[in-house]
């Protein structure tokens, strides 16, 4: 929860709504970041390194890596 205060000038409601959405915002995306992600959950598992081309390259194409 985030505690704000006007300390000078005299803001609009609008320029508050506009401070407060952005601050929200990036405490959103911190508590985000510190969440850790399973490893099920990890799309980058999901990738692989394309075929190797070359003498060999038919055989490495089925071997796991």
Not at 25 to 39: E, I, M
């Amino acid at each position: 929860m985030l505690d704000l205060r006007v300390v000078k000038g005299e803001p609009t409601d609008e320029e508050l709504a506009a401070v407060i959405a952005v601050l929200t915002n990036v405490v959103a995306k911190q508590a985000a970041k510190a969440r850790p992600t399973s490893t099920w959950q990890d799309n980058a598992r999901k990738m692989r390194t394309p075929n190797q081309t070359g003498v060999s390259g038919w055989r490495n194409s089925a071997l796991a890596r």
